[in-house]
Every structure is written in structure tokens, then in C-alpha cells.
């Protein structure tokens, strides 16, 4: 395909600042992607957080998150999107320009003004990109906490679609750490990827699995939420 950004147009802004959310092509890139991306059919659409390291789909959580899903489900039926620090990048898109070549980690801004637009821009694209894809999938499941969470909630205030978010509020409280700059764990943590699975298997209306990590395999990156 083509970029979705020609090189000669691209802005000379920089993409490793906490302006990313207003960066004109990461912008540029997100309405591409309402107004142009074609979404595929498939039976269940999955929202997972943007990771550090690029692309996303190389990363040791979104390697994990694989396992998880396609442990459970063939490939044909499931289209993965990331959405956070982003915007909205179907798992496709993943190596393309500017969601590749950003640096900055939202998770880790504590200016307030900038965390307080993060959560309307980004929940107003995730409702248009619901609302854009309404036909193209079945089910609809989002593994995300804080303000990744924040947002996913927001974007379904906006639209009558389903999402089934994960993990379990229940969960969460259970796995808060006070002391920490991030209370709320990480997503690789066994009781949060159990809650993740949970949810596909319900949704194809399979039987639920135990979840198991192994050492060897299971080493995050330093994710966004990995503080």
C-alpha cells in the first residue's frame, strides 16, 4: 500500500514530545484511518493498549497478547487494533509512519491539560472508529486499564455498540498497588490475561482455559504501563 503519509509531506515536528495527541501527522494519520482505512469482516474485533517498542506486534506484551488470542482463536476470526498514545492503529497499519516512529508514552504524563485532551480526542476516535466499523464485527472486546480505560468508556457513551472491557473491575481492585507511580499493575500480569481470555472464549462461546505464563516467554518491555 502507500504510505499513509507521502515522505515529502510529512511535518518536521517532533514525535518524542507530549504534544503527540496534536501532532499535525498523527492527526493526519487517525483521519486517514476513519475516513479511508477499510476495515475487515470479522467475528471479534480486540482493542489493545500501544506498546514502547515498534511495531507493536513485535513487542513482548502484544507477542503475549497473541498467545493468549490466537491460543483460543484462529486468526481469520479476529482483527487486533491499537489504540492509546496512537490514536487508532489497526494491527496492519502497525509499521507505517507516524505509528512507528513516535517515541513519547502517554502512561507516563502527568500534565493534567494533556491527559484531560488525551481522553476526549482519543475517545471521540475510538467512537468514530466503532461507529465507521459497526457492520464489520461481531464481537467487540477492549483489554486496557487507566486512562486508555478512561477513554474506551467515554468512546461508549458516544455510540450503541458493545464492548466487553477487560479486565474486570473486580480484578483491578484486587490487583491496585498504592505505592506505586501506577497503581493499577500491568496488563501481562496472569489475573488481568485471564480476564482477557475469559472474554474471547465467551465470546465464541467456548470453554474457559487456565492461563499460564511461562518465565522464558513472559518478559515485558518497557511498556507504557510498566512504570
Known amino acids: ?122 475517545s471521540e476516535r475510538i467512537a468514530a472508529y466503532l461507529e465507521k466499523t459497526r457492520a464489520n464485527y461481531r464481537h467487540r472486546i477492549a483489554y486496557c486499564i487507566g486512562d486508555f480505560r478512561t477513554a474506551m468508556e467515554k468512546a461508549l457513551e458516544m455510540v450503541d455498540i458493545k464492548v466487553d472491557i477487560v479486565p474486570r473491575e473486580s480484578t483491578i481492585q484486587r490487583m491496585i498497588q498504592p505505592n506505586k507511580p501506577f497503581i493499577y499493575n500491568s496488563l501481562s500480569s496472569k489475573e488481568y490475561l485471564q480476564d482477557f481470555s475469559d472474554a474471547i472464549t465467551d465470546a465464541f462461546g467456548l470453554p474457559r482455559r487456565e492461563v499460564g505464563l511461562k518465565e522464558d516467554i513472559s518478559v515485558d518491555d518497557t511498556d507504557w504501563y510498566v512504570l
Open 1 to 122: 500500500m502507500k504510505p499513509i503519509i507521502p515522505e515529502e509531506e510529512r511535518s518536521k515536528e517532533p514525535l518524542d514530545t507530549e504534544r503527540i495527541i496534536y501532532h499535525p501527522d498523527m492527526v493526519r494519520a487517525n483521519d486517514w484511518v476513519i475516513n479511508e482505512y477499510e476495515a475487515p469482516l470479522r467475528e471479534l474485533c480486540i482493542f489493545v493498549p500501544c506498546a514502547k517498542r515498534k511495531p507493536y506486534h513485535e513487542s513482548p506484551s502484544h507477542k503475549k497478547f497473541d498467545r493468549i488470542i490466537f491460543g483460543l482463536v484462529n486468526p481469520e476470526g479476529v482483527h487486533i487494533v491499537t489504540f492509546g498514545t496512537c490514536g487508532i492503529a489497526p494491527r496492519e497499519l502497525d509499521t507505517e509512519y507516524p505509528f512507528m516512529n513516535y517515541t513519547f508514552m502517554m502512561g507516563k504524563c502527568n500534565v493534567t491539560k494533556i491527559k484531560r485532551d488525551f481522553i476526549k480526542i482519543e
